[in-house]
């Protein structure tokens, strides 16, 4: 494949998903810096991972399986080189959001379950990132390498722990 093909592909890619790569971002990465880093991270791999596109699958299965591996990739790497301490201003920020009249509201109720979703594995996280996109299992199967089944048990037991964590208001013990 010659440069103008692998240009061309990566614009239909980016025109076809382009606002899903944004979506992926922000679940993989809580701060704006580093999200915009990760996008940027992103579009450079999947400009690159044309070259290697061979049609076997559709070239929206192609962005999901890139996308969702760079941010995986980006999730191991922030946890090797994170310290275990956690930052007073993100205690502080975590306080905030389980404060009782914080969750009547939507947008921080909404936050609070990215929260949650940022601090499962990256296997997890990439399986119930793309239920929420609406893919259904045998897709998801087919973008994961997992069977069909056990997407489908997967996703059920994510949602169970998702929904225990947020009726709890914890936000531990999900993380790799």
């Known amino acids: 494949m ?4 692998q240009d061309a592909l990566y614009e239909e ?3 076809l998903c382009g606002r899903l790569l944004w979506r992926l971002a922000r ?3 809580a701060d704006p810096d580093r999200r915009s880093d990760l996008l940027q991270e992103i579009h450079v791999e999947l400009w690159r991972s044309m070259a290697l596109f061979d049609h076997r699958c559709s070239l929206r299965t192609w962005v999901y399986r890139v996308s969702h591996n760079v941010g995986a990739s980006h999730v191991i ?3 090797r080189a ?3 301490l956690v930052p007073l201003e993100t205690l502080d920020a975590q306080l905030a959001s389980v404060d009782g009249r914080a969750q009547a509201d939507s947008s921080l109720s909404a936050t609070k379950l990215l929260d949650l979703v940022h601090q499962l594995k990256p296997l997890d996280r990439q399986i119930i990132l793309l239920y929420l996109e609406g893919e259904g299992a045998e897709q998801i199967a087919e973008i994961t390498g997992l069977s069909a089944s056990n997407v489908s048990t ?3 037991r994510i949602k169970r722990l998702l929904s225990r964590q947020f009726a709890e208001g914890a ?3 999900t993380r790799e």
């Open 13 to 15: 890619a980016n025109s």
């Open 154 to 156: 997967k996703v059920h």
């Open 171 to 173: 936000s531990h013990g």
């Open 2 to 5: 010659d440069r103008r093909q």
């Open 77 to 79: 790497r922030r946890r």
């Open 27 to 29: 679940a993989y990465e």
């Open 82 to 84: 994170a310290e275990r």
